[in-house]
């Protein structure tokens, strides 16, 4: 067991059931998480005999990473885990803290037409620990704290959704690396009964939705998961999270030239989230070899953007970040086998 995949109750559990005191748990956090010792037997303030009880039943292990590309404001990862599966996170350096956006599976299965990501059909979840251990390996490599984390990069986080609950866990817990919930920013392309099941739980993560469409008949095309769960049973579920979570919903909508950025677009997707606490993150749309889709030109952005504005919704527009070290939205990829 890899003990980056626990919980501070996790641990105290199995303090508790070896006889110790459950503070233990929270040294062991201190040590990993605020001092960043890679071994047990760094950990000095913890009896001997304790230190071999923890390795003899846990492991301290790290996939390895084994691409950096630079770019302006912009770092791209390649990880490959222990199994030999790679996977991408990508570091932005905002004027506001440094972000990182962290894959949740490897490949991805919601077949998505416009994504890079999901060329290669899921392989596997991801664990907790190689969640945790990207914001890990990022921090020391850099050596920066990492203060917002994104899980926007490859995988549907809510198809992986108790593993993601447990990492959003253990990096937001106050002895560890203390990310505050309000710094997360959980995104899904619209698995309506895990949102359900994640507005029960009362974070106060912050939420995103794909919509990318303002209809069924387009949103169909562009994102299998509408066929499972159309824009209607989205939107409810979004009016339900609303009515329990104090919180602002995202909807992310990619623009795509000719397909989706049109005037009467915008002005259904103005009338189908008029009431909605939420605003509209419009995504200048990053071209990968999906070469069907091309980049809305940023008059036509700014022309959605006003309608949106004009019908009293909140809008913004992405910035643009990394797509010079292909780092940007829908360009990361699982499989380098076969390109490199
Ligand atoms: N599966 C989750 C998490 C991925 S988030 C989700 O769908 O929300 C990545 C975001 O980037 C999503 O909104 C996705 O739709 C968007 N995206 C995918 N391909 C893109 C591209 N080529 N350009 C811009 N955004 C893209």
Same mark, same amino acid.
């Given at each position: 067991m890899n003990i980056y995949s626990l919980r501070r109750k996790d641990l &105290?559990?199995?303090?508790?059931?070896? *006889?110790?005191?459950?503070?233990k748990a929270v040294q062991v956090?201190?040590?990993?998480? =605020?001092?960043?010792?890679?071994?047990f037997a760094s950990m000095s303030n913890i009896k001997k005999e304790i230190i071999q009880k923890l390795e003899e039943d846990f492991e301290i292990a790290?996939? &390895?990473?084994?691409?950096?590309?630079? *770019?302006?404001?912009?770092?791209?990862?390649?990880?490959?885990?222990?199994?030999?599966? =790679?996977?991408?996170?990508?570091?932005?350096?905002h004027d506001y803290g440094n972000s990182l956006c962290v894959s949740t599976q490897v490949?991805?299965?919601?077949?998505?037409?416009f994504c890079e990501s999901g060329r290669l059909k899921k392989r596997r979840n991801l664990t907790a620990d190689e969640m945790v251990t990207q914001i890990l390996l990022v921090e020391a490599e850099l050596n920066i704290r990492i203060s917002h984390v994104v899980l926007m990069g490859i995988g549907e986080p809510f198809d992986n959704y108790d593993n993601v609950m447990k990492f959003i866990d253990i990096i937001n817990d106050d002895n560890g690396l203390g990310i505050g919930a309000r710094h997360i920013t959980v995104s899904t392309c619209g698995i309506v009964p895990k949102i359900r099941e994640f507005s029960k739980e009362k974070r106060q993560v912050n939420l995103a939705i794909s919509l990318h469409a303002p209809n069924d008949?387009?949103?169909?095309?562009?994102m299998k998961i509408n066929l499972a769960y159309p824009i209607k049973e989205v939107i409810g579920a979004v009016k339900d999270y609303l009515k329990v979570n104090n919180r602002k919903v995202t909807f992310e909508y990619i623009m795509l030239k000719g397909v989706n950025d049109k005037e009467k677009h915008a002005i259904e997707l103005a009338?189908?989230?008029k009431g909605l606490t939420c605003y509209v993150n419009l995504i200048p749309y990053n071209e990968t070899s999906h070469i069907e889709f091309k980049k809305t030109e940023n008059k036509d952005i700014m022309r959605f953007y006003d309608i949106l504005k004009k019908n009293k919704i909140n809008v913004t527009v992405r910035r643009e970040f990394g797509?010079?070290?292909?780092a940007a939205c829908g360009q990361l990829r699982s499989n380098y086998k076969e390109e490199k």
């Open positions: &105290e559990n199995y303090f508790e059931n070896i *006889g110790q005191k459950k503070f956090y201190e040590w990993l998480y =605020k001092k960043k010792v890679t071994s790290t996939p &390895e990473i084994i691409k950096i590309q630079n *770019g302006k404001d912009v770092h791209k990862f390649l990880f490959n885990m222990q199994d030999g599966e =790679k996977i991408e996170a990508v570091l932005m350096n490949g991805c299965n919601m077949g998505c037409a008949e387009l949103r169909n095309k562009l009338n189908l989230l797509s010079e070290v292909e």
